[in-house]
């Protein structure tokens, strides 16, 4: 089984609507991270988590929001989904200092 | 701010040649670095990392960092076809930091 898991793999929803990505990760690493990527900007941080009680907010939050539910398990909102949130989403998961990541889900905006 | 620069190719070489690829990083407290391959519409996966100064070599892989420089790179010998992806380079800055910045990725085409 894969370390990390994320679901749905892909989705496609209506623009205004809410929507929830979700992480779990066997590895037992206390840092979890949501990226998005967009082709031709690279990987850009949403929000990271060190542990359950610590959730900080990276370089694009606006229109995010994350829930830590446990160590192995973080989840990405979409509180009101717009058509440029339209893209790759990364969960990933740290140890030390190394990230490993997640399948990714394709999230389409229409 | 924290930048790590990447030329985006592609860069191309035939079957067999070595590839060669570049990354350069503005903060000159960077203490980790990192090199991903990510498969078009795949997940980034960790390949190599180099924490001195000098060569590391993981079989056909090589991350060669020169922290004076803000230099670090990724050789790849013998190269084949599977190795065609995207190359990301990765920074840790340390300083109880655990976020990386990446850079924007290489594309790489190795020409059978």
């Known amino acids: 089984d894969a370390d990390v898991t994320q679901t749905p793999r892909n989705r496609i929803t209506k623009t205004g609507k809410r929507i929830m990505l979700e992480c779990s990760q066997t590895k037992g690493h206390d840092r979890m991270y949501w990226y998005r990527q967009d082709p031709g900007l690279g990987l850009q941080l949403i929000y990271y988590?060190?542990?359950?009680?610590?959730?900080n907010k990276g370089e694009i939050s606006d229109g995010y929001s994350v829930s830590r539910q446990a160590q192995a398990k973080f989840s990405l909102s979409l509180e009101s989904a717009i058509p440029n949130q339209t893209a790759l989403y990364f969960c990933a998961t740290s140890g030390t200092y190394e990230q490993y990541f997640g399948p990714g889900t394709r999230l389409t905006v229409t | 701010q924290k930048e790590v620069e990447q030329n985006s190719g592609p860069l191309s070489v035939p079957e067999g040649a070595i590839a060669s690829l570049n990354c350069t990083y503005s903060?000159?407290?960077?203490?980790?670095f990192f090199w991903y391959r990510q498969y078009s519409g795949k997940s980034p996966e960790l390949i190599m990392f180099?924490?001195?100064?000098g060569d590391k070599e993981d079989g056909r892989f090589t991350a060669q960092l020169n922290k004076a420089s803000q230099y670090v790179s990724l050789l790849i010998r013998d190269s084949q076809p599977s190795d065609s992806a995207t190359y990301l380079c990765a920074v840790h800055s340390g300083a109880g930091s655990y976020q990386l910045t990446f850079g924007k990725g290489t594309k790489l085409s190795v020409i059978p």
């Open positions: 903060d000159r407290g960077s203490q980790s």
């Open positions: 180099i924490y001195s100064n």
């Open positions: 988590s060190f542990d359950v009680k610590d959730i």
